[in-house]
């Protein structure tokens, strides 16, 4: 089993639609989880920390479930400008060794 | 507030030449410097990470290095390149693992 798996897609998606990732993570006892939003060609850039409580920031809202481990985000009233990939993020062991990405799943926002 | 360079931004490099890339980080001390690679149609993956000057961890074998000389300085090297090195190479910074970690802009190299 994958570390972290997300679904590809790519999702295309009417602007002003909601639309919903998912992503599972095997290892449990991942500590920080987060979502990472990446351009064609750029960086990756720190969309949301996950938190088991969720969480939400404007448009986009974040959970977390421990027990099944499996993490999403929903982006409602979607813009053009959320057309990116995504990618699901874990810390792998909650300490400095670095974080395991999903490989993403790309989003295309249509007019 | 907190930057980090990444530097060059293309590279193309024949096979078999060395490959030096460099990052550093400002407005902060004793970051954790880490070190990924992103093949084409491939995730992110983990190359090497630093919790300190001179302390490197390697994740995979590989014909690559790394090297911190200074605090908020770290190097990755090859003595001799391969067609399979190349990659969108991003170097990212954090203080603790439990916020997220912020990515240079990369360097997007290809050996031919």
């Known amino acids: 089993r994958k570390e972290v798996e997300q679904d590809p897609g790519p999702f295309n998606v009417p602007e002003g639609a909601t639309v919903a990732f998912n992503c599972t993570y095997s290892n449990s006892a991942s500590q920080s989880f987060f979502w990472y939003r990446q351009d064609c060609r750029k960086e990756p850039k720190l969309l949301m920390s996950v938190y088991s409580s969720g969480n939400e920031d404007g448009r986009f809202t974040a959970q977390l479930n421990r027990a099944s481990q499996y993490i999403s985000l929903l982006i409602r009233d979607s813009k053009l400008s959320d057309s990116a990939t995504y990618l699901c993020?874990?810390?792998?062991?909650?300490?400095?060794?670095?974080?395991?990405f999903g490989k993403g799943t790309h989003l295309i926002i249509q007019p | 507030s907190q930057t980090i360079h990444q530097w060059p931004a293309t590279l193309v490099q024949p096979v078999g030449s060395p490959l030096s890339l460099e990052c550093t980080v400002e407005g902060t001390s004793n970051p954790n410097l880490y070190w990924y690679r992103q093949a084409a149609g491939r995730g992110l993956q983990l190359l090497f990470y630093?919790?300190?000057?001179?302390?490197i961890s390697s994740e995979v074998p590989q014909n690559l290095s790394a090297s911190r000389p200074q605090d908020r300085q770290f190097i990755l090297s090859s003595k001799k390149l391969l067609l399979s090195d190349s990659g969108f190479y991003l170097c990212?910074?954090?203080?603790?693992?439990?916020?997220?970690?912020?990515f240079g802009s990369g360097t997007r190299l290809t050996v031919v």
């Open positions: 993020v874990v810390n792998r062991r909650g300490g400095a060794d670095g974080l395991t």
């Open positions: 990212a910074w954090t203080t603790t693992g439990d916020t997220g970690y912020t």
């Open positions: 630093s919790v300190g000057i001179g302390q």
